[in-house]
């Protein structure tokens, strides 16, 4: 969601940048279809993993295909952070941007978005989401962009695979420490004063290790690097990912403390097989996910300038505006819906069929489509205009 900005839609720019752009816009619209399901489908709810003898695979899938969105966000702001410093022409340029970018999303998470979820001023619980992880992943990369590239794989190789060998650590409410490790990497409530409390929903340590393996590999996005060997290596390392994943995953080897187990029938057997955890994202959740956002991007980058493209580019050229539009755009929604016709399922108003997600989240893609262009039109335009960038 942060899009730090390393092309215009409409612009002639070359693929490689077109197909960050393309796949940003794509895991927009998959995310766009998890929100809606959070707003109209709150009666069924999903864990975390999930319930596989009780959750329908419709709604399954639905949820797993969502699990993508997150990893190729902080992935992509990491590589468009390396695209970032080869324009700016210094680390130190790349550094500062990446903190107050990182300070300006903090921020944000606890203002303007918070907002949207609850519609609650003053709030009396603040979610620190996904925004509040790329923020603070965002502040460490700024650290992290000064050590050699080396070292900066095995950091991030480091929190990715090993962070799931702290996950029998939990430090209490009051305990010293409890704060930081909430923060870091055990979900919890932080008691601020009597009405407000923070909840860490998402752990941000493994997701530094994410964004320091996406500045990682912005050198193969160099434009002295062939199309065809950037592919060669994205799908190199997506397929070695994916194949990694199977291996551990067919063990219940380390990578997560869920382990899967055969089912009455191959589908529940595969929904029990790729049931991966997001809070904090275990080692199989990224390996997963990640294999499969290397993929995307080396198959986007083939389809060169074709109309799906340069559509998918409109939401990926915009991605903070499109994430703060469509909150509230679907809180909105919400409320309207509930004064006309109530709650329908329990305390929720709510939709019956996941299908009827599916076509909620066309129709609101294609009413977005509008405001978002013009507002990617506008930062393009107007570069004169310094705080349009960190939109």
Request: proline share 5%; glycine share 8%.
């Amino acid at each position: 969601m942060t899009g730090i900005p390393v092309s215009a839609s409409s612009s002639p720019a070359s693929t490689r940048l077109h197909s960050i752009d393309a796949l940003r816009g794509l895991v927009m619209l998959i995310m766009l279809l998890d929100h809606v399901r959070e707003t109209v489908y709150l009666h069924a709810q999903v864990g975390d993993p999930m319930n596989v003898t009780d959750t329908p695979p419709e709604l399954f899938f639905s949820r797993l295909l969502a699990h993508i969105c997150a990893p190729v966000f902080v992935f992509l702001t990491g590589l468009s952070a390396w695209l970032y410093g080869q324009k700016a022409g210094s680390l130190q340029s790349t550094s500062a941007f990446l903190a107050k970018r990182g300070l300006f999303l903090v921020a944000l998470e606890f203002t303007l978005i918070n907002f949207a979820w609850t519609f609650q001023f003053p709030p009396k619980v603040i979610y620190l989401q996904v925004i509040w992880a790329i923020g603070l992943s965002m502040l460490a990369l700024a650290l992290l962009v000064h050590l050699p590239r080396v070292w900066l794989v095995i950091v991030g190789v480091a929190l990715v695979a090993g962070h799931n060998l702290l996950d029998a650590i939990h430090v209490a409410p009051g305990e010293p420490g409890f704060v930081i490790w909430a923060i870091l990497h055990d979900r919890g409530w932080l008691e601020v004063s009597e009405p407000l409390r923070l909840r860490t929903s998402y752990p941000v340590l493994p997701w530094i290790g994410v964004i320091a393996l996406g500045y990682a590999c912005g050198p193969w996005f160099g434009r002295a690097v062939e199309p065809a060997t950037r592919r060669r290596w994205l799908c190199g390392a997506g397929l070695g990912a994916i194949a990694l994943f199977v291996v551990l995953r067919a063990f219940n080897a380390y990578g997560q403390a869920q382990g899967w187990s055969p089912q009455d029938d191959a589908l529940r057997s595969l929904m029990s097989f790729v049931n991966i955890t997001k809070y904090p994202p275990s080692l199989f959740f990224l390996l997963l996910t990640l294999g499969l956002g290397l993929l995307l991007l080396a198959w986007l980058e083939r389809l060169g300038d074709r109309a799906s493209m340069r559509a998918l580019c409109v939401y990926g050229a915009a991605p903070l505006f499109f994430y703060i539009l469509h909150l509230y755009v679907l809180k909105v929604l919400y409320l309207a819906a509930v004064a006309v016709w109530g709650t329908t399922h329990g305390q929720y108003f709510g939709v019956d069929h996941v299908s009827t997600l599916w076509l909620m989240t066309v129709i609101l893609a294609v009413a977005l489509y509008a405001p978002v262009r013009a507002f990617g039109r506008l930062k393009a335009r107007r570069r004169d205009i310094a705080w349009l960038k960190y939109l």
